[in-house]
């Protein structure tokens, strides 16, 4: 008898139990994990994509192609024996033209490799690049140098373990491991204004006068 309402009492208590919960506990809802709110992504500026191939807009000056060999600025000015502070200069690249000229190539993703890597310098190269309006600068595009036949190579480095191309002296974005200096065979890109780079200043000159009709023979 004693045993019957012992169980008789358990049989009620867990009857009686509300679903979900511990006798007479009302049941918890159920927990909802809160996610954790969005990581930030950092600014361009901040992981250098701003000075990574593709990350400049289209520019609206002709792209162009400029010959020529890159040289030390302070090599060139003393070749023209023109004095200057070197301190102030020390480091500057230019490109020395054909026809003498000397543009300042800007240190950026692809014009970075001429003041790193002596290689580059002091040989013929021809740079597709464009020059900001406003600025007497050259922001170079791709860079070809000529082997000892005069065939043109297109020219930056490479990884031959991730296979994959960079543009200036540093270990390897992938594997951290050295990269070399790689010339190939390539044809200069469709997109050069092929007006050639005094194109816009020529254009800009006005037309010369017609010679006095009184003066002709």
Known sequence: MRHSAVWSMALIALLGAPRGGRGDLPARPPVQSTPEPAVDEPPAAATGEVDRPGADVAPAEPRQLFSGKVVMLLEALKRRKISTAEDEWKGQVVLETDDGRLIPIVPDWRGRA??????????????????????????????????????????????????????????????????????EPRELPEYLDRGGPDRATRREQPPASPADPSTRP
């Open 114 to 183: 001429f003041f790193q890597d002596e290689r580059l310098r002091n040989r013929k190269v021809e740079l597709a690049g464009y020059r900001p309006a406003g600025t007497p600068y050259l922001k170079v595009l791709m860079v070809f140098t000529f082997n000892d036949q005069g065939e043109r190579q297109y020219t930056d480095y490479w990884c031959d373990i991730c296979s994959i191309p960079m543009y200036e002296i540093q270990p390897c974005e992938c594997c951290q491991e050295p990269i070399r200096l790689r010339f």
